[in-house]
T-cell receptor
């Protein structure tokens, strides 16, 4: 079975540009979360989506947005890129919903990440 | 405020020695706790999780962790380090009231010396 897949793996953008990162969850997983990991730090929560609806949002500016599609894949969009947006962006999927484990116990499966460099 | 603290950003041990990585959380309600490992240029892999079923949790690759409510701690241990254990380790928490997000510690880089 394929794990969580993210694309692209690496990306270089210029300040002020826009970027779109993509994530495909594990088959059967309906919940997708996004995290930002700046070099030398732990991942920081950005968004969580379930059934195409935003269910959680971290402390990030409105330049960050996301959406989830009917096939449960997801996109993270960042506008007006800043140098400080350079980071590894991680996507995680998990089981959630009626009959599944409560989210609080559900293991989050992470992708390999997208390394974004803003110059 | 709810937070996760990992003491020691870098830990070095000799091959075969005990590994102890520390994690403390601040919360009045016991949260759900996880340890993840990250190898260079890779995502995060779950080592183990505390789900309130047992205070001593066994995970993959010989790692285990003990939940101590009185100390608000969830330290990770392994009796005998292997070279392949060299990686970055993150303690993560789902706090009550914000269970949709994982709150991560700042990480501990483990070096295993031959």
């Amino acid at each position: 079975d394929a794990g969580v897949t993210q694309s692209p793996t690496h990306l270089i953008k210029t300040r002020g540009q826009h970027v779109t990162l993509r994530c495909s969850p594990i088959s059967g997983h309906k919940s997708v979360s996004w995290y930002q990991q700046v070099l030398g730090q732990g991942p920081q929560f950005i968004f969580q989506y379930y059934e195409k609806e935003e269910r959680g949002r971290g402390n990030f500016p409105d330049r960050f947005s996301a959406r989830q599609f009917p096939n449960y894949s997801s996109e993270l969009n960042v506008n007006a890129l800043l140098l400080g947006d350079s980071a590894l962006y991680l996507c995680a999927s998990s089981l959630e919903g009626r009959g599944s484990l409560p989210l609080s116990l559900a293991e989050a499966f992470f992708g390999q990440g997208t390394r974004l460099t803003v110059v | 405020a709810q937070s996760v603290t990992q003491l020691g950003s870098h830990v070095s041990v000799s091959e075969g020695a005990l590994v102890l990585l520390r994690c403390n959380y601040s919360s009045s309600v016991p949260p759900y706790l996880f340890w993840y490992v990250q190898y260079p240029n890779q995502g995060l892999q779950l080592l183990l999780k505390y789900t309130s079923a047992a205070t001593l949790v066994k995970g993959i690759n010989g790692f285990e962790a003990e939940f101590k409510k009185s100390e608000t701690s969830f330290h990770l241990t392994k009796p005998s380090a292997h070279m392949s254990d060299a990686a970055e380790y993150f303690c993560a928490v789902r706090f009550s009231g914000s269970a949709r997000q994982l709150t991560f510690g700042s990480g501990t880089q483990l070096t295993v010396l031959p």
